[in-house]
């Protein structure tokens, strides 16, 4: 018998050691490993679901026995062109865009005291007022705002304790932001909306607003210009990236939110909620690809516009 039948096992610790002599040396083959589980990730979980629902957009249904009919066709999204879905795709669009706009408006002073006045347990509590409200359960605030904005609700109350009453009603008979009560109207749609991506508008133009350079405002102010002129020219411009970026928060999350149209709001549909009843009640899951698909398209839409504007170059 050789010698060789008699050898002892290698330590395991030696075979690591000679496995990761060979990662050192070929740093190529460490980095795929390294990307291969977030890579099957991204690309069989995440975007093989994406181009899962894309290919049941192009399907169409039957309407008499109510089953997919797996014939490629475009006639799913001319359905879209219907009155009544380009009705809901249309309000879902303003509702976002309205929801944005007000954030920003609000976010943007708040932003602004952080990044240059706020300093020390100042900025701490700042930080904890913001993120707060992100630690409760989503359903619990909708529900909460839900409360608040009913007709005999403690806005209600509060507004008829300062005479203001008659302001609230006059605003709730108008014909398109008002209701019955704030509690089913755009208004309090846009107030929950507002409510819940606050914080996803804040953080972003704050980080921006922190990363303007004080001494350009000083050469500003030396060179005569007034702080409105100074914001208008300098601030704003350089703070830009940080709205865009909140904008696309905000924009995004409630283009495809149907929980708080669902709880706070009129009854007419928004994208998610038809997404969830085509999918759920109708059982028509091309119809319900084809409206999942918009988002997808309008922040395509949006990314690009913004991109071009330049806004992203400060990034």
Partial sequence: ???AAFELPQPRDTVWRRFSDVLVRRRGLLVLLLLTPPILWLGIVYLGSLFAL???????????AGTVVYEPTLSTYGELLAPANLDILLRTVAVSAVVTAVSALIGFPVAYYAARYARGRTKALFYLAIMMPLWSSYLVKVYAWKLLLAK???ISWAANGLGLGS????????PVVGGPSLSVSYTGMTLVFVYLWLPFMILPIQAALERVPSNLLEASADLGAAPGLTFRTVVLPLAMPGVVAGAIFTFSLTLGDYIVPQIVGTSALVLGQAVYTLQGTAGNIPLAAAFAVVPILVMGVFLVVAKRTGAFDAL
Avoid: H, Q
């Fill in 1 to 3: 018998m050789s010698i």
């Fill in 152 to 154: 005999e609700g403690v």
């Fill in 54 to 64: 894309l290919a049941y957009s192009f399907f169409s249904i039957d309407e008499f």
């Fill in 167 to 174: 302001v609230l009603d006059a605003w709730l008979a108008l």
